[in-house]
């Protein structure tokens, strides 16, 4: 398992940085509920990045939740 920290998650939504979102894709990832707080309050997120963080991928991750 790969908990991804917010900054590789946003990355991952930016232009050219498609061997990253494939190398996600291929390994079990999941984020925790923290970082994707992070990602989708991102001050410098556009708002298609933030569509297609929302409604793609980042949606489909496993969200941890470290108080359980």
Avoid: C, Q, T
């Avoid at 790969?2 to 999941?30: C, Q, T, W």
Wanted: aromatic share 8%.
């Amino acid at each position: 398992m790969m908990l991804l920290d917010s900054n590789i998650v946003i990355y991952a939504a930016e232009p050219g940085y498609d061997a990253l979102r494939k190398f996600i894709a291929e390994h079990e990832s999941v984020v925790s509920i923290i970082s994707k707080v992070e990602v989708l309050g991102y001050h410098k997120l556009n708002s298609e990045n933030r569509k297609k963080l929302e409604y793609a991928w980042i949606d489909d991750l496993e969200v941890v939740n470290p108080v359980s």
